[in-house]
């Protein structure tokens, strides 16, 4: 045993490839698609239920979930609407953490998913008994996890983060005098350390999905598009990165499409991504960011492919059945409330701040 495998949480914690499935969406014809679609809309109205959907998700959950008064955005934007909206069901389509951060803010809301198979490898990657371990190994440190953690990690962290938040909620902490404990992450946590200069050990996860994003073969597809702007979600690598003109949460990747002024946008995130960068800069051109070359070993490419076990026909079922409601222990949800609820108040706090919107 070396000495990163004596102290808990130090060595790889990314999931073997045999855990990664397929990335597989859902084939219809367009009969079928419209009927899925009339009986689920049908089926929200009913139920006073609303659809929840990520960005990465399948482009028909999307245009559902706009055109039913749900909602499509971010890990953190979900939480926000989940806990705020008076619906008694909520549909979350995305994975399993984003299911369980919904019942955990709204125990007396009915919260379903499409699939409860679906979830992260980051999740995968940090066992609640294995990380409680890491977290003991350093008393002295506040424990910050990433949004894309089981309930049960959550309950054992002082702070829940997403990407969209996390550079200021460590600086806040670091201004406290705090050291910081991450997880799951390592990739994220190296990016925030580089960003904030704050004293962090991490947890080495990874996401199977940005991690295949290669720098080499990036280096070369700038070259031939040289006015394309490089959008990067900070799960990726450094070697990623550090050629991005804009890391950040998938809100603010959509958001850059809008700002920027250029024509071409180079993207490593998932490509589900491209429904809404699409619509929001309809005459833009989006590109994949490299996954391939000789260095090549993804089996889901730019597609997560728990995101993409998301689809009409399931969603349709677990309406008209009831089937894959979201069940939380009292104890952990109990516990993992209070750093949610830390991060919805920090958010609401900047929010405030920045945009002077008193009805965040
Ligand atoms: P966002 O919080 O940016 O939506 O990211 C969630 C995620 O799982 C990215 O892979
Ligand atoms: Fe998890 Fe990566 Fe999928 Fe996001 S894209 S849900 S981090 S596996």
Redesign the pocket.
Known sequence: MNIAQQIPGLFDRRIPKSKVPETRSEVLDSEERALLIERITYQLKVQDAVLVA??YTDPDLQMLAEETGGHVS???DMARFGHETSATTVVVAGVRFMGETAKILNPEKRVLMPDLEAT?SLDLGCPADEFNDFCNAHPDRTVVVY??TSAAVKARADWVV???IAADIIRFLANRGEKILWAPDKYLGQYLQSETGVDMVLWQGA?V??EEFKGKELMAMRAEYPDAKVLV?P?SPPSVVSQADVVG???ALINAVKTFDADQFIVAT?KGIFYKMQKAAPDKLFLEAPTSGRSATCKSCAH?PWMAMNGLRKLADVLETGANEIILDAAIRSKAIVPITRLLDFAAARDTVVFGNNDA
């Open positions: 990520h960005y971010d890990s953190l992260c949004a894309n997403t990407s969209g996401c999905v940005h979600h799960e949460s998938t809100t998932d997560c």
